[in-house]
């Protein structure tokens, strides 16, 4: 397993593999890699010939300096994990010099309004910094298919639609999102979650789940104010946002419509720490 901290040199090494007809799954992370980034990671082997993961946290999608502090960086243990893993994997890990040059600056994007509900009213520039390094990897790695968790189900979408404007020739995989056994979805961000919260979190996909039993006979309206009325009721977990929206514009959902799918989505504060987590709903 080889790791490259520059793009000159991972290109150099991907067009002499890409001669030889290789075909290149790519698994885009910000590192601290956990169960659900190796399932992304083994989909890509077994549906490509190598597997390149990337590794870095990009300053350019975090609107909270403090978080970007504080994100975990373990390059030493992830690349020994990823060792574990296969023998053909690529790993890319790049100072924020080596993809932003002189000054690291989100591009501006627009997502047909994807980018203007949920995480985009929290999150100030964020779905502007995902764009901008995504499409940056993606001209690096030049990759057949790339791997998304749907546990990040507003970035999936988006990406999808980034490749889509932009004639982007990639195929964009969303994958089911990968839980703890107590339903938490992974997430690097659960490592930094002291022992009460941790022990509280799973009541979040709890929730998404009664959530998902009363869409069958009540309104959104309804749903919605009950599950705010459970988060009221929490001593540990703060609700940021639950949002019953169509899966395909990501909107609010007004009216059911049977011809049309739908996702719940929410946003937790647990102490510090923010989680997000949705469902499929019919
Ligand atoms: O989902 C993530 O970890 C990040 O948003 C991504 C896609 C690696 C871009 O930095």
Same mark, same amino acid.
């Given at each position: 397993?080889?790791?490259?901290? %520059?793009?000159?040199?991972?290109? @150099?090494?991907?067009?002499?593999?890409?001669?030889?007809?290789?075909?290149?799954?790519?698994? +885009?992370?910000?590192?601290?890699?956990? =169960?659900?980034?190796?399932?992304?990671?083994?989909?890509? !082997?077994?549906?490509?010939?190598?597997?390149?993961?990337?590794?870095?946290?990009?300053?350019?999608?975090?609107?909270? +300096?403090?978080?970007?502090?504080?994100?975990?960086?373990?390059?030493?243990? =992830?690349?020994?994990?990823? %060792?574990?893993?296969? +023998?053909?994997?690529?790993? #890319?890990? +790049?100072?924020?010099?080596?993809?932003?040059?002189?000054?690291?600056?989100?591009?501006?994007?627009?997502?047909?309004? !994807?980018?203007?509900?949920?995480?985009?009213?929290? $999150? @100030?520039?964020?779905?502007?910094?995902?764009?901008?390094?995504?499409?940056?990897?993606?001209?690096?790695?030049?990759?057949?298919?790339? #791997?998304?968790?749907?546990? *990040?189900?507003?970035?999936?979408?988006?990406?999808?639609?980034?490749?889509?404007?932009?004639?982007?020739?990639?195929?964009?995989?969303?994958?089911?999102?990968? $839980?703890?056994?107590?339903? !938490?979805?992974?997430?690097?961000?659960?490592?930094?979650?002291?022992?009460?919260?941790?022990?509280?979190?799973?009541?979040?996909?709890?929730?998404?789940?009664?959530?998902?039993?009363?869409?069958?006979?009540?309104?959104?309206?309804?749903?919605?104010?009950?599950?705010?009325?459970?988060?009221?009721?929490?001593?540990?977990?703060?609700?940021?946002?639950?949002?019953?929206?169509?899966?395909?514009?990501? %909107?609010?959902?007004?009216?059911?419509?049977?011809?049309?799918?739908? $996702?719940?989505?929410?946003?937790?504060?647990?102490? *510090?720490?923010?989680?997000?987590?949705?469902?499929?709903?019919?």
């Amino acid at each position: 397993m080889t790791v490259f901290n %520059k793009k000159s040199k991972i290109q @150099d090494h991907i067009s002499n593999k890409k001669g030889d007809n290789f075909t290149i799954g790519f698994v +885009p992370t910000m590192g601290a890699l956990h =169960d659900g980034h190796l399932s992304l990671v083994n989909k890509a !082997l077994e549906e490509n010939d190598i597997c390149v993961v990337s590794i870095f946290v990009n300053p350019t999608q975090f609107d909270n +300096p403090e978080d970007l502090k504080k994100y975990p960086r373990t390059l030493e243990k =992830d690349v020994l994990l990823l %060792k574990t893993v296969s +023998p053909n994997i690529l790993v #890319y890990a +790049p100072a924020v010099e080596d993809i932003y040059e002189q000054k690291a600056v989100a591009e501006h994007f627009t997502f047909d309004g !994807l980018e203007h509900e949920m995480e985009g009213k929290f $999150r @100030d520039g964020h779905f502007n910094g995902v764009g901008t390094i995504v499409k940056r990897l993606f001209e690096i790695v030049k990759p057949n298919k790339a #791997y998304f968790g749907e546990k *990040d189900f507003q970035q999936l979408a988006i990406i999808k639609k980034l490749v889509e404007k932009h004639n982007i020739p990639v195929i964009v995989e969303g994958c089911t999102i990968y $839980r703890e056994k107590s339903g !938490l979805a992974y997430s690097s961000r659960n490592e930094r979650l002291k022992p009460d919260y941790k022990a509280a979190a799973p009541f979040i996909f709890k929730i998404l789940n009664t959530a998902k039993e009363q869409f069958g006979t009540k309104s959104a309206k309804e749903v919605t104010e009950w599950v705010e009325k459970q988060f009221n009721n929490h001593d540990l977990l703060k609700l940021e946002y639950f949002v019953i929206a169509d899966s395909k514009t990501l %909107k609010p959902v007004k009216r059911k419509s049977k011809s049309k799918t739908y $996702r719940a989505f929410i946003a937790v504060y647990a102490d *510090d720490i923010r989680l997000i987590d949705n469902i499929a709903l019919n």
